[in-house]
């Protein structure tokens, strides 16, 4: 199907005008439609291209800068998927599915949160190893308590727009996963609370209710999520131009970029100069406009 290219954000007829502009000097043409229109609040606007020759990288590079410049998305999709296909969407969980790094809330419960989550931070930016720095900040919270993970899941705030987002998707038959580098713990938490068909996450080591600072099985980086998200869409037998990724971090970059839709939710600048799809103004509702659905039908949802 045809590429498009997504504003979300403040934006007024004005600018979709100006941004009509903007593309005939870059030799594209295409049909607007607003999706979303809501005067002094987040708007959505899709234009479907024709078909013309450009260079992806370039127009995605220009977009990024445009999106910088005025904080709304421009969004470019090389294709466009059919949200009533079904298809395999796989989602990171921290700062994506949930508002929170579970493994900085596990250090503020150790009296060491500021410590770890400098780390995480970096890790999330690509600054330093994730498996590396996974290893350390877990040998921190040796002798932790298990107790305190459900009340640590209990102020975790989930991300805006889950609900509606997992109410659409598994309504047109999506077969959903977390694939996370967090904990399993949490992870199956969300997935039961939203329907999700299957969780992928670290497994904690713990011994007479105390974390002992070190983890079971494989841990789940950026290869594995790779690797995890090939895997499920051979066992479904679904097409990868049905495939949609979502995620913050470095670590999710691979699947970004494999799925035919990489999503890059409030995600680090390195991230969002490297993942095919960023998105800064929604929350996870924002995916079904990049889908193509407009406002009414979410709302019937």
């Given at each position: 199907m045809s590429a498009s290219i997504t504003l979300i954000g403040a934006l007024s007829p004005e600018y979709l005008d100006q941004f009509i502009t903007w593309m005939h000097k870059h030799r594209l043409s295409g049909k607007n439609q607003w999706l979303s229109h809501n005067a002094n609040q987040v708007s959505v606007a899709q234009i479907t291209l024709n078909d013309v020759a450009c260079d992806e990288a370039v127009i995605r590079t220009e977009l990024l800068v445009l999106s910088n410049d005025t904080g709304i998305d421009h969004i470019y999709q090389s294709t466009q998927l059919d949200i009533k296909t079904p298809g395999v969407a796989v989602f990171d969980m921290d700062s994506t599915l949930i508002k929170a790094e579970v493994m900085d809330e596990l250090a503020v419960e150790a009296g060491i949160g500021e410590q770890v989550a400098?780390?995480?931070?970096?890790?999330?930016?690509?600054?330093?190893?994730?498996?590396?720095?996974?290893?350390?900040?877990?040998?921190?919270?040796?002798?932790?308590?298990?107790?305190?993970?459900?009340?640590?899941?209990?102020?975790?705030?989930?991300?805006?727009?889950?609900?509606?987002?997992?109410?659409?998707?598994?309504?047109?038959?999506?077969?959903?996963?977390?694939?996370?580098?967090?904990?399993?713990?949490?992870?199956?938490?969300?997935?039961?609370?939203?329907?999700?068909?299957?969780?992928?996450?670290?497994?904690?080591?713990?011994?007479?209710?105390?974390?002992?600072?070190?983890?079971?099985?494989?841990?789940?980086?950026?290869?594995?999520?790779?690797?995890?998200?090939?895997?499920?869409?051979?066992?479904?037998?679904?097409?990868?131009?049905?495939?949609?990724?979502?995620?913050?971090?470095?670590?999710?970059?691979?699947?970004?970029?494999?799925?035919?839709?990489?999503?890059?939710?409030?995600?680090?600048?390195?991230?969002?100069?490297?993942?095919p799809c960023p998105m800064n103004n929604l929350g996870l509702e924002g995916i079904l406009y990049l889908l193509g659905m407009s406002s009414t039908d979410i709302a019937a949802f």
């Open positions: 400098a780390v995480t931070a970096s890790a999330m930016r690509g600054e330093i190893d994730f498996v590396e720095s996974f290893q350390q900040r877990l040998a921190l919270l040796n002798g932790l308590s298990s107790d305190v993970m459900e009340g640590v899941y209990q102020r975790i705030q989930p991300m805006e727009g889950i609900a509606t987002l997992m109410s659409v998707l598994h309504h047109y038959g999506w077969h959903t996963a977390i694939l996370s580098g967090g904990f399993t713990y949490f992870a199956d938490k969300v997935q039961a609370a939203y329907g999700m068909t299957e969780v992928h996450a670290n497994v904690l080591e713990i011994k007479n209710n105390v974390l002992t600072g070190k983890y079971l099985g494989d841990i789940v980086d950026g290869e594995r999520k790779k690797w995890l998200l090939t895997r499920i869409v051979e066992q479904q037998h679904v097409a990868w131009s049905q495939t949609i990724a979502c995620g913050d971090g470095a670590n999710d970059l691979l699947m970004l970029n494999h799925a035919a839709l990489g999503v890059a939710l409030h995600a680090k600048p390195l991230v969002r100069e490297r993942a």
